[in-house]
């Protein structure tokens, strides 16, 4: 089935690093692909999203280009904040038409930037 | 302001006690799902509804039960809750389609079933 793999482990940095976090993913059709930020106490929130090979999704000086032939999502920014300090997810939509509209999530990475 | 709104946000309860946790929406979206969150194991769905009076079971919907009444609210019933659901849970919605669009998350439910 669909799944999504993210890097192991909590991610520490210094304000005004650069920051990647790595994802990849398998599914049998041509998914559109997401990162979701949970800043604490809070619920899941759009970040960026991606719908077909090629594209780059961008907010907040985040991006992350849709890779079909390394089925990957890579999220970066160039220099973070101590304020993007949160838990990032990788997810997929793959369903089929009028079908289940699940996101298969990938585990998350806790950020942490330190001023 | 578009939202999705679960109650309550904290909750301390006992085994077998019946429960019931709402999500409410404001943006007349067809497809509503609830997700719970474990540490390691990322977020996984158990009920889906693609609209009202039609729902589905997700990947771990054993225990729960839902209901899709009106369009606008999704409970989460927990009729026989045992410790195994202390979690935090989410409820999502969307619009129905080709799954491209985003889903909005409310701020989620954390349980725990002593």
């Known amino acids: 089935g669909d799944s999504v793999t993210q890097m192991e482990g909590p991610v520490t940095l210094s304000e005004e690093a650069f920051l990647t976090i790595n994802c990849t993913y398998t599914?049998?059709?041509?998914?559109?692909l997401f990162w979701y930020v949970q800043y604490p106490g809070e619920g899941l929130q759009l970040l960026l999203k991606?719908?077909?090979?090629?594209d780059k999704g961008s907010n907040k000086g985040f991006e992350a280009t849709y890779r079909k032939e390394t089925t990957s999502f890579h999220l970066e920014k160039g220099s973070v904040q101590v304020s993007d300090s949160a838990v990032y997810f990788c997810?997929?939509?793959?369903?089929?038409?009028?079908?289940?509209?699940?996101?298969?999530f990938g585990k998350g990475n806790q950020v942490v930037v330190i001023p | 302001e578009a939202q999705v709104t679960q109650n309550p946000r904290y909750l301390i309860t006992v085994t077998g006690k019946k429960l019931t946790v709402t999500c409410s929406q404001n943006?007349?979206?067809?497809?509503m799902s609830w997700y719970r969150q474990d540490p390691g194991l990322g977020l996984r769905q158990i009920y889906y509804s693609m609209n009202v009076e039609v729902t589905d079971k997700g990947d771990v919907p054993e225990g729960y039960k839902v209901s899709r009444k009106e369009k606008r609210n999704f409970p989460l019933i927990l009729e026989s809750p045992s410790p195994n659901q202390t979690s935090l849970y989410f409820c999502a919605s969307t619009s129905t389609g080709h799954g491209n669009q985003p889903q909005h998350f409310g701020d989620g439910t954390r349980l725990s079933i002593l």
């Open positions: 943006m007349n979206h067809e497809y």
């Open positions: 991606a719908t077909k090979a090629d």
């Open positions: 997810a997929l939509s793959d369903p089929p038409f009028y079908g289940n509209n699940r996101l298969a």
């Open positions: 599914a049998t059709g041509y998914p559109s």
